[in-house]
């Protein structure tokens, strides 16, 4: 839990991209959604509430990301005994490898941690390039980049 308190304070609270809603729902689940074993791309097509397990998944996905990036953060904080940020963030890959082609906002938050993570992390195998453009093409796709005016639709919808 302090590490997704860690990431709360020095990352969402200035950039603000994360559902956190979701995020507390994930970790009220934590023990079950960290025990799941990564999606293959044949049992995705087999898995009868298929919504269901995608949400689980990128649950999964986040959380271990959250603690890996939170890991990372309080590498250098006394008291704190350090811990391999690296491990969760493979475990993350695992979870998000069959994820990643899914067109959705999720996605494209998924997208942005992994950019956060390598900015913090420059020797992941990622390349902020590459990321940074998925993270930018599936925003267009999604139509993220418009601007709105109407209140009652940016209310509405979460895009806006």
Request: hydrophobic share 40%; aromatic share 12%.
């Amino acid at each position: 839990m302090h590490y997704i308190s860690t990431v709360y304070y020095r990352i969402q609270s200035r950039y603000g991209f994360l559902d956190w809603l979701s995020i507390q729902n994930w970790q009220f689940k934590h023990r079950y959604l960290c025990a799941l074993q990564p999606l293959s791309d044949i049992n995705i097509e087999q898995q009868d509430d298929i919504a269901r397990a995608i949400d689980e998944h990128f649950g999964a996905f986040f959380l271990w990301m959250l603690y890996g990036l939170g890991a990372k953060l309080c590498e250098n904080d006394p008291g704190i005994i350090p811990v391999s940020h690296e491990v969760y963030f493979d475990t993350a890959l695992r979870h998000f490898t069959p994820l990643s082609t899914i067109q959705s906002l999720t996605t494209v938050q998924a997208l942005l941690l992994l950019i956060v993570y390598t900015f913090r992390h420059t020797s992941s195998e990622l390349s902020l390039w590459h990321t940074g453009g998925l993270a930018i093409r599936s925003a267009i796709e999604l139509g993220l980049h418009r601007k709105i005016r109407l209140k009652d639709i940016r209310e509405s919808d979460p895009r806006a």
